[in-house]
């Protein structure tokens, strides 16, 4: 915008690492802010951080093979209202409807509202896996899955609070049917999830 001109001597240009609509915004926000409190900073320098700025578990995109072929799986710790919905946002642009998710929380979220918001999302999951996110936050397997049950029903649902053998289980079925995985809700489950990757297939 035109307030925002006075702030740079010309418009920034760079490539982000970090996906997703709100990963931009953000990126934006920052720009604005190192620029008021470093007004003699250049934009060359400003690019080039934003060029290599990475943030594990935030809309990070992992390839993986497995013993049939290979899959995407996204990996996101989103775990409030807000950054579910940025998060399925950006995923539904990306991907489309009818992938696969995979969705443990701690056991204090409002698992509830958290699967409102997947619902009411574009994405339409043609199967949801449901866990815990490790073995060191608290969880409560049950009052996820009764939470999601009363939001989706139970024809697509399926998990256990075996958290290994679910994370390995939903990555089989979308190497198998040939759909990107969401694995969301925690950064614990986002650890445990890149941590089977490095031996899954």
Same mark, same amino acid.
């Given at each position: 915008s035109s307030?925002?001109? *006075?702030f740079f001597s010309r418009p920034l240009s760079f490539g982000l690492k970090l996906a997703g609509d709100f990963q931009a915004e953000n990126a934006a926000l920052a720009a604005l802010v190192l620029k008021t #409190? @470093? !007004?003699d900073l250049d934009e060359k320098v400003i690019e080039a951080g934003f060029e290599k700025a990475f943030l594990p578990a935030r809309f990070e995109i992992a390839s993986f093979r497995g013993k049939n072929g290979s899959g995407t799986v996204v990996i996101d710790g989103c775990h409030t209202p807000n950054s579910? $919905? /940025?998060t399925f946002k950006s995923f539904y642009s990306r991907f489309g409807g009818g992938c696969h998710l995979l969705f443990a929380c701690a056991a204090d979220k409002d698992v509830e509202t958290l699967a409102h918001i997947i619902r009411l999302s574009d994405c *339409? %999951? =043609? $199967?949801?896996?449901?866990? #815990? !996110?490790?073995g060191v936050k608290a969880s409560d397997y049950e009052k996820t899955r009764k939470s999601f049950e009363s939001v989706f029903g139970t024809a697509f649902l399926c998990g256990s609070p075996d958290y290994e053998a679910e994370i390995r289980g939903a990555l089989k079925h979308a190497e198998s049917e040939n759909k990107v995985l969401?694995? *969301? /809700? =925690? %950064?614990? @489950? *986002?650890?445990? #999830?890149?941590k089977c990757l490095q031996t899954f297939g």
């Open positions: 307030e925002n001109q *006075a #409190v @470093l !007004p579910v $919905r /940025g *339409a %999951f =043609s $199967r949801i896996t449901l866990t #815990v !996110p490790g969401l694995a *969301a /809700g =925690s %950064f614990y @489950l *986002a650890a445990e #999830v890149k």
